[in-house]
């Protein structure tokens, strides 16, 4: 029965994840639409698929190591009774982490002086991947996590 729960729970951060992390890629890749149709130009179907694959690719070099560090851990430990659980108190932390993981690593990689503005759209980007991922977790918890809440049954039932 632990064994169980245990693989329903890891199974609800892989919905949570790759929900998030799509999510995410569409509303990115939908602004290159909405500027293209701003501009007045028909949409380059081959940069739009080029620049999808780059996006998953750079997202996953944060994205799986945050979710086997942290998001795993958070998702069996944390209760399901708990206020983190709230969708609104979920996505800000979510957001505030995506944003202070992209952030931190702008500081350790870059030179640490002055941000250029795609260093900032990066930081705004962690933070939507961040709050989807929450998001998404929090709405599908009461699928893929045991409430508490509920008395258990005994073993001899």
Known sequence: MVKRSIF????GT???VLSGWLLSLL?????YFVDAIRQRQA???GLLLGSTLLSISFM?????????IALIPLYLFVPSSSLLWRWPVC???GAAAGFLIMSGSFLVLGDGGSWSSGAWEFCGIGALVGAAI????????R???????????????
């Open 14 to 16: 892989v919905v949570a």
């Open 60 to 68: 996953a070099y944060f994205i799986i190591p945050v979710w086997l």
């Open 143 to 157: 699928a893929f996590k045991p409430n508490h809440l509920t008395p258990m049954k005994s073993v001899n039932e």
């Open 43 to 45: 949409p380059d179907t």
């Open 27 to 31: 509303f990115i890749e939908s602004t």
């Open 91 to 93: 996505m800000l932390c």
């Open 8 to 11: 329903r729970q890891l199974l």
């Open 134 to 141: 929450c998001l998404i977790g929090s709405l599908t918890r």
